[in-house]
């Protein structure tokens, strides 16, 4: 009877640590779902900061490989890099050498793409001043 007894006792044991192991692996694919649906690449901004230099910032909650392009209408890429690892990305780019026309900063991470447009123009301005007088 102690043997059988010691048998009933495993196999509770055995199912016990099943259930366990399955009701864990069920909550954290829960959780894992959870995030990934909510931690896209977001909140592409692009600060201007004078003399045609600008901030691009993101973030990347899962930290995922990313791509970075800047392109001009035409589609041709005047910069690229790869990304990833950090939470969020920050960049000043200096933007003076870009002759004027519409422009693009685009964002990839898996099926995300986010992008933000931007024109370079030059602009003339034209004024007076008055010289002082003579005597």
């Given at each position: 009877?102690?043997?059988?007894?010691?048998?009933?006792?495993?196999?509770?044991?055995?199912?016990?640590?099943l259930a366990t192991a399955t009701t864990e692996g069920m909550a954290q694919k829960a959780a894992s779902g959870k995030v990934s649906s909510s931690a896209k690449v977001s909140n592409l901004s692009v600060q201007d900061m004078g003399s045609l230099r600008f901030k691009l910032a993101f973030e990347n909650p899962l930290r995922q490989k990313t791509t970075i392009y800047l392109v001009d209408k035409e589609n041709n890429v005047?910069?690229?890099?790869?990304?990833?690892?950090?939470?969020?990305?920050?960049?000043?780019?200096?933007?003076?050498?870009?002759?004027?026309?519409?422009?693009t900063f685009v964002v990839e991470s898996g099926n995300d793409k986010l992008t933000k447009d931007f024109v370079i123009k030059t602009q003339t301005f034209r004024g007076i001043s008055l010289a002082s007088n003579r005597k």
């Open positions: 009877m102690k043997t059988n007894t010691k048998n009933i006792i495993k196999a509770l044991a055995i199912v016990l640590t005047f910069f690229n890099e790869y990304a990833g690892g950090d939470a969020q990305y920050v960049k000043a780019f200096n933007l003076s050498n870009l002759s004027d026309g519409k422009y």
